[in-house]
């Protein structure tokens, strides 16, 4: 791991050098594809030993590495201006135009990640040094593929605080949170329809793991997990990250899972469980909400994901969600959309959290939503997830933490209200028209006296959110 880990920070250091690298979210895409590249071709190299029928979906051109003097597998090939022409002019077009049309998987991912991202850098000698240090691990072997992985999962908490790509990141306390409380068995299909980089791809996958006994039942867990993402990074990280974790071709589709009409959804479709965190706040784009039924149509994108998920769910069928407050209040369409879920599902369990949790791409407050389809709600459970002792806020040295779960999953199986657990009966929602934003009864409204300084930062934030929501109107004018 200590080799590994320093490999991984000597690249980071070069990529520091490198001017055509600007922020986090770049210099993660241009480690992304580089890294995808190294790990699909060593894939392929056991895939040629093992089957002497398979050949590689890439051109031996632009291949990591088939011989003496290829372009990256060589660390004394090409560098300076040359390799820098040859990734620019000859790779990223060789890659982008990759032959599809024998319909095979592996040549469809490597043409859609080289799609969607770019080389930044400008150096060429940089690039040498970056292709040098990552010649020094071989993915084929497990030890340092498992190394790698662990490590990867930090590359993508760098997303957190990079900018807007903090969307594409769940941290992993809520992902192996929910995933556990959904508890998929082999066999099942399971969905994440907004996967972002395949946070809870990966824990299902080795959630399954554990109930792994054969070959068999290992195939089934690469046939049977599948993700959806609509944007090129999170695509690219997202399928190198189930690479990592033993999938040899990622069940991940490549586009927006609002572009199709809802009814072009059938049985065939649906999936034993949802686990997802889908984009909030976000206005839908190419009309996408007309894809749905006119009592549905809406331009915030939760609460058509809401729909879509309920819709995709088999009969018995589990989901656990992240979703914003927002979506659990408000009439109109968010009424009927709420309606339908608790008709259509028994949403049985929701876990407030504190707003900070996402910080600092967004902090509105979010909570966990449980259901499963097939029976309507009768009573739900919310449980008040506070934060840990003397800590005001989750932020980037201090995230939620796993841990802090334990006490959920010991009242889990045996609820009783208390101080921050109570229950809801459907009449009482029903009454309030659906609305599900029921706060914690035995909770004294807070006060709080505010200095001129918190005063000024607090309207600062409300400025900064207005005209936010000023530009999307904007666009959605244009």
């Not at 792994?212 to 190198?240: C, F, M």
């Not at 009482?428 to 004294?444: A, F, G, H, S, V």
Request: proline residues 4%; aromatic residues 8%; contains cysteine.
């Amino acid at each position: 791991m200590s080799n590994i880990s320093s490999i991984l920070k000597s690249i980071q250091n070069i990529m520091w050098q490198d001017t055509g690298l600007n922020g986090d979210a770049q210099r993660i895409e241009q480690l992304g594809w580089m890294l995808f590249l190294k790990i699909f071709s060593d894939k392929d190299k056991e895939l040629e030993l093992l089957n002497d029928n398979y050949t590689s979906p890439i051109p031996d051109l632009f291949h990591w590495v088939k011989e003496k003097g290829n372009w990256a597998g060589d660390d004394e090939g090409m560098t300076g201006d040359e390799l820098l022409e040859f990734v620019d002019r000859q790779l990223f077009p060789a890659l982008r135009n990759i032959d599809v049309s024998t319909g095979n998987r592996r040549a469809l991912i490597v043409r859609e990640v080289f799609e969607g991202n770019n080389n930044y850098m400008k150096s060429g000698i940089n690039i040498r040094k970056v292709l040098n240090k990552l010649n020094e691990m071989d993915f084929n072997i497990a030890k340092d593929r498992h190394a790698f992985g662990e490590l990867y999962e930090s590359i993508l908490k760098g997303l957190q605080s990079a900018g807007k790509s903090g969307e594409f990141y769940t941290p992993r306390a809520i992902t192996s949170f929910i995933t556990e409380m959904i508890n998929p068995q082999l066999g099942e299909k399971i969905l994440d329809p907004a996967c972002g980089t395949g946070g809870y791809l990966t824990c299902a996958i080795e959630h399954l793991k554990k109930q792994a006994n054969s070959v068999e039942d290992r195939q089934s867990i690469a046939e049977n997990i599948e993700g959806w993402e609509y944007k090129p990074l999170p695509y690219l990280l997202a399928t190198t990250n189930l690479i990592l974790h033993d999938m040899e071709v990622p069940n991940i589709r490549f586009g927006d899972a609002l572009d199709k009409p809802l009814s072009s959804f059938t049985e065939k479709n649906r999936v034993n469980a949802i686990l997802a965190n889908p984009p909030f706040g976000g206005i839908v784009a190419n009309n996408n909400e007309t894809n749905f039924p006119q009592n549905f149509r809406t331009k915030e994108s939760a609460d058509l994901f809401l729909i879509l998920m309920i819709h995709l769910l088999k009969q018995g069928g589990r989901a656990g969600i992240v979703l914003p407050d927002g979506s659990l209040t408000g009439d109109g369409v968010k009424q009927r959309v709420r309606q339908k879920l608790l008709e259509d599902c028994n949403l049985h369990t929701i876990i407030r959290l504190p707003n900070s949790v996402f910080q600092p791409y967004a902090t509105v407050a979010t909570n966990l939503l449980f259901f499963t389809k097939g029976t309507p709600t009768k009573e739900v459970w919310y449980y008040e997830h506070k934060l840990p002792e003397g800590q005001k806020a989750y932020n980037k040295t201090k995230p939620i933490q796993a841990k802090e779960f334990n006490p959920i999953k010991t009242w889990w199986n045996d609820r009783k209200e208390s101080e921050i657990a109570w229950k809801v009966d459907i009449k009482t929602i029903i009454d309030r028209n659906y609305d599900l934003d029921i706060k914690n009864p035995t909770k004294q409204e807070e006060t709080h006296e505010y200095n001129s300084l918190e005063l000024m930062d607090l309207l600062h934030t409300s400025f900064d959110k207005s005209n936010a929501l000023l530009n999307q109107l904007k666009k959605a004018v244009k």
